[in-house]
């Protein structure tokens, strides 16, 4: 019981720092007098009123939390942050349900990008506000947020760190202290996100459209003011701004902050994670433009090149904006670029995905286990950028892959069953899965998820929560093992 009152302590404090959001949407709608301020403030009442009210009873149940603690409470604060996230919107939203907004708010602190709404022109500047700022806030992290910026917590955060960031190897720190390290960490996420604001607006966004996309670019979330996503603005130079910055999200922020720290760029090429991400989605690119030409689905070469470059960077990099819609093109194409989404972001990144740290170590193993076959007396380690990977290290890589494959196989047949084609299925817990957004089909980028039945899109937002947190953070609790003392 004191375990739960504990959990219950500092979830408490993180629904009041969530609270704390609500004022930029307050600002921005009494700027701008869309007439949404009244909603926001209740929301931010309510969920500050909320968070007191796990606080305060519990301040003497203050204690370290443990590992398993941090996978309980990491859970707990992205469900409860998500609900409160949907009051906004379903007092502004008139006929939305709570399914409908409960997956939006899911799909915005994910940063996978699907949406369920219409009409997103037309909807109040300070909501589209929201919900790209619910992006970027869930980019980095809320949790490794709260733990930046309120020490008073009273708890490890180390353990909240390591239950919310990706990647196999999450023991890696800039500095000693794991509060210091997510100061670090936000200060280079939000002088890439004014940077990219500013550049947006350079190439002919407003200061409104270039906030929203910055919030949604850096955090690799992909929504947008526009139900036809990038593709309402018809602007290559735009498009290469958002390729720019989108290529910089999917890299590792660790890497980012000490190119800046050393000010040099060979960290860059000492991480194997960056080398292999650039290379694979750049070539990627190029490779689906001349199979575009090839086929005939584009003509000149010069446009295929421009919309399967963005669009591979938008899906590889777990984005998900869209520039043309791509689901006329051969499905092979569309395939190709959802296979880039598992794979290609870095640990350490706002990406989504397996991580390219974990494709590294699947690829070398499978090699040493062919010259095994070939060599049985060789001894071979696996060494990833100087280093030698441990078995354990290995074994949590293999065991996330079994997971992995068995999530996407469970859930894709779960929507089949409920009667959904087997192509919108299977590319829609594809790209929820990895938070990527637009799947094909019914699906794809010139659609959204709004089709789908309450049932399905209750499946696609379990699939965006267990893909957001690595699976493992969210499996572990239905294990009789985690209860026990």
């Not at 408490?12 to 629904?15: A, K, Y």
């Not at 999200?249 to 760029?265: E, G, I, K, P």
């Given at each position: 019981m004191q375990r739960v009152l504990a959990i219950a302590h500092v979830l408490?404090?993180?629904?009041m720092v969530m609270a704390a959001t609500y004022l930029l949407p307050i600002a921005w709608s009494i700027v701008v007098r869309d007439g949404t301020s009244d909603s926001f403030i209740t929301a931010a009442v309510g969920t500050a009123l909320c968070g007191l009210a796990l606080w305060a009873p519990t301040r003497r149940w203050r204690r370290e939390l443990q590992s398993r603690d941090g996978c309980l409470l990491v859970v707990l604060a992205w469900v409860s942050m998500a609900g409160a996230a949907t009051v906004p919107l379903r007092l502004e939203i008139e006929g939305l349900s709570f399914t409908d907004a409960f997956f939006e708010t899911i799909s915005a602190v994910t940063t996978t990008g699907g949406t369920v709404l219409v009409g997103l022109?037309?909807?109040?500047?300070?909501?589209?506000?929201?919900?790209?700022?619910?992006?970027?806030?869930?980019?980095?992290?809320?949790?490794?947020?709260?733990?930046?910026?309120?020490?008073?917590?009273?708890?490890?955060?180390?353990q909240l760190f390591k239950a919310e960031t990706p990647g196999p190897m999450k023991e890696s720190k800039l500095t000693p202290r794991i509060t210091q390290t997510a100061k670090y960490l936000w200060f280079v996420y939000t002088a890439l996100t004014v940077l990219c604001i500013v550049a947006l607006r350079l190439v002919g966004m407003s200061w409104y459209e270039a906030v929203c996309h910055g919030f949604a670019t850096l955090s690799l979330g992909g929504f947008s003011t526009r139900d036809a996503s990038i593709a309402a603005w018809d602007s290559p130079a735009i498009e290469a701004v958002l390729i720019v910055f989108m290529l910089l999200?999917?890299?590792?922020?660790?890497?980012?902050?000490?190119?800046?720290?050393?000010?040099?760029?060979q960290p860059y090429g000492r991480d194997p994670e960056a080398r292999w991400a650039i290379g694979l989605i750049v070539g990627s690119g190029i490779a689906i433009a001349s199979y575009l030409v090839w086929q005939g689905a584009i003509a000149q070469p010069a446009t295929a090149l421009r919309h399967a470059m963005?669009?591979?960077?938008?899906?590889?990099?777990?984005?998900g904006y869209a520039s043309i819609d791509y689901d006329k093109w051969p499905l092979f194409a569309g395939l190709w670029m959802l296979l880039l989404c598992v794979v290609s972001s870095s640990s350490g990144s706002t990406g989504g995905g397996i991580k390219m740290v974990r494709t590294l170590i699947l690829f070398r193993q499978a090699t040493r286990e062919m010259l095994r076959t070939s060599h049985p007396r060789a001894v071979r380690p696996l060494v990833l950028s100087g280093q030698i990977v441990s078995p354990q290290v290995i074994q949590a890589v293999l065991g996330f892959m079994l997971l992995y494959g068995a999530t996407l196989v469970g859930l894709t047949l779960l929507l089949v069953a409920t009667g959904l084609d087997f192509t919108s299925a299977v590319t829609g817990i594809v790209a929820c899965l990895n938070n990527t957004g637009p799947g094909l089909a019914t699906v794809g980028p010139?659609?959204?998820?709004?089709?789908l039945t309450d049932f399905q899109t209750w499946v696609c937002t379990f699939a965006m929560l267990v893909g957001r947190l690595e699976l493992l953070t969210v499996f572990v609790l239905f294990t009789p093992a985690f209860w026990r003392r």
């Open positions: 408490g404090g993180m629904l022109d037309a909807l109040p500047q300070s909501l589209n506000v929201w919900r790209c700022a619910l992006q970027w806030f869930g980019g980095m992290g809320l949790i490794v947020l709260a733990v930046a910026i309120l020490p008073l917590l009273g708890v490890g955060g180390m999200a999917v890299l590792n922020f660790v890497t980012h902050f000490s190119a800046l720290r050393d000010r040099s760029l963005f669009n591979t960077v938008s899906i590889a990099t777990t984005t010139a659609q959204n998820f709004q089709g």
